[in-house]
């Protein structure tokens, strides 16, 4: 920034300033979650506007660990969303490393029928996916949304890992293929292990789309033992009787897998976005 | 397979293998998709034109065009489109705007830039559900602020839930919305601003551009196919997405907060008429399409001049 001192000193604090609020605007939400959920029940409504609690309690989180109904919703969530994660993901990387290295007949079509899916609005398949989905068995298991899920995930996921595989040389398989390898063979053991990150990251993108997902969630499985921490948490909200304390000690609880990965992975996230635009 | 190896290259049969690889390695994550999306958005589009009733087996004849007769009637989705684009302009709007300050401000490096940029791109990772539950919380009188904060300036008569006012109650996902989908622009239109050459700017700087001329012939030129881009996916994307709405309001209430995606998933949810239900997601296509075609003829147009 160009000017006297005077004026890059307001210049500096006026984007402080701004980011400062922006900051705050996007923590205080989750902030106040872990607030309420932090709050014992004896404070949590005479004093429930106050920044600050005045003591600080674990009873909530003692709460919904203690019931039974909530570590069978968050196993249930687990299982849904890792199995999503790793089939999503094995099965893009095959459909990701086709589009990356073969030119071939229909390959357009593949491509068109992926993006035209995604272009549609979720709910028009709700009513056919309930109808197809009853006689085989599907509602109200968690195989129905792992397959459900999988198939939401594949699109994106694909073009993710066709992504990274467009980043590898492609010379490095076409020099262990002329060694005598075959192509399968040295997808596996010289180009897989490059894209271990790439492939941690898409599972992450799909693990986190399956854990937060709740329309077909809500839909396909109203029984409480197939129910996903979602509908656990929306259904819990519902009852006649409100205990805001556990539930967001359990919110909180649906955030922390999520937050972790994201940091994990958010650098990463705007290289891989500046890279694909520069390549245009 | 192994047989197959071992034959020199060149052979048939190894060639015939090379020829369907890429189908066997696509064909797995393409079956799935066009299994439990293409054929059930062909099958959806065919239920609104027949009377589908859940738990009545008798239904399923096909009834023509009544769905769409019913729809035109139909007072709470004349209601609901309104809302939509209520809903879809003011999240994108705010999204976008948000957005665009903040990856303008987290282009140029400054101390702090990396911790700052988390913090401000966490939000997008938070699953929606929880986005909806923990801003019906901040709203709820009982344990949220923001109604007292709102009655202290004199914003409200009354330290009352917005979801619960029939007048205000989309805005509460709205507010929510915008929230959860500013970094998602932030982080496209950064992005899309790193990919400028350096050199662009500075040659510019030597001819004496000021920091406005600067961004008006340089920045905005630069920016402008990612930003039609992303805001059409984006429009379409939020004017998809119920989420919010249906964690927070049920659409309600008595359907105040419905846009027409939460309209569908109500209908199918508690209505059981799967054949309207269907009527109504199918207008939604249609709307999209236009919505759509409309937005690629100004791009075309925006480019033909140029």
């Known amino acids: 920034m160009r000017g006297s001192p005077r004026v890059r000193l307001i210049k500096w604090s006026l984007h402080y300033g701004v980011l400062f609020l922006f900051v705050v605007a996007a923590l205080f939400p989750l902030y106040w979650l872990v607030k309420i959920s932090l709050t014992p029940n004896d404070s949590l409504y005479t004093h429930s506007i106050d920044l600050w609690p ?152 799909c693990f986190t789309g399956a854990w937060g997902e709740i329309l077909f969630a809500l839909l396909l499985n109203s029984a409480a033992s197939t129910s996903t921490f979602p509908v656990g948490l929306l259904l819990y909200s519902t009852r006649a009787t409100i205990e805001f304390g556990p539930m967001m000690a359990a919110g909180v609880l649906a955030l922390l897998p999520v937050c972790i990965f994201f940091f994990l992975i958010q650098r990463y996230l705007v290289q891989g976005l500046t890279a694909g635009a520069v390549k245009g | 397979m192994s047989a197959t190896v071992s034959l020199p290259t060149g052979s048939r049969a190894r060639r015939r293998l090379l020829m369907f690889e890429p189908y066997l390695y696509s064909a797995p994550a393409l079956l799935l998709v066009a299994a439990t999306t293409l054929i059930p958005i062909v099958i959806g589009i065919s239920y609104a034109f027949r009377n589908i009733m859940l738990l009545d087996p008798t239904s399923g004849d096909f009834v023509g065009l009544d769905n769409f007769r019913e729809l035109l009637r139909d007072a709470s989705f004349w209601n609901a489109l309104k809302n939509t684009v209520v809903w879809t302009a003011s999240c994108v709007g705010f999204q976008f705007l948000f957005g665009l300050i903040l990856a303008l401000m987290l282009n140029r490096p400054f101390p702090g830039r990396a911790l700052i940029q988390a913090t401000i791109f966490l939000p997008w990772a938070i699953p929606t559900f929880l986005v909806g539950m923990n801003w019906s919380w901040l709203l709820n009188p009982a344990i949220g602020p923001l109604p007292h904060w709102a009655y202290a300036l004199g914003l409200m008569n009354a330290p009352d839930n917005i979801l619960s006012d029939p007048d205000y109650a989309l805005w509460g996902p709205i507010f929510a919305g915008i929230w959860w989908g500013t970094p998602f622009f932030a982080i496209t239109l950064l992005a899309a601003l790193q990919s400028i050459p350096r050199e662009i700017y500075e040659a510019a700087e030597i001819d004496g551009a000021g920091g406005l001329e600067r961004f008006r012939s340089i920045t905005l030129p630069f920016l402008a196919p990612t930003m039609v881009i992303t805001v059409l996916l984006r429009t379409i994307w939020v004017a998809n997405s119920p989420e919010l709405i249906v964690v927070m309001t049920k659409g309600g209430p008595a359907d105040a907060s419905q846009i027409v995606a939460s309209y569908v998933f109500t209908q199918a949810y508690q209505g059981l008429n799967f054949g309207y239900a269907s009527a109504v997601a199918t207008a939604l296509v249609l709307l999209l399409l236009v919505y759509a075609f409309l937005l690629i003829a100004i791009r075309q147009t925006m480019l033909g001049r140029r």
């Open chain 1, 54 to 205: 005045a003591t600080i309690s674990l009873e909530h989180y003692a709460t919904v660990i203690g019931n039974s109904d909530f570590l069978l919703f968050f196993r249930n969530s687990i299982i849904v969303s890792g199995v999503t994660a790793i089939a999503s993901t094995l099965l893009a990387a095959a459909a990701g490393y086709a589009f990356s290295r073969f030119v071939f007949r229909g390959r357009y079509w593949i491509v068109g029928v992926m993006l035209v899916t995604q272009m549609f609005p979720l709910v028009i398949v709700i009513t056919p996916i309930f109808s197809i989905f009853g006689p085989l068995g599907l509602t109200n298991s968690l195989t129905g949304l792992i397959i459900i899920y999988t198939a939401f995930n594949i699109p994106f996921a694909t073009f993710l890992m066709q992504s990274f595989f467009d980043g590898i040389p492609k010379e490095l398989e076409e020099a262990a293929m002329i060694d005598g390898a075959t192509r399968f063979k040295a997808l596996l053991q010289i180009i897989a292990p490059l894209t271990l990150p790439g492939i941690a990251a898409t599972m992450g993108f």
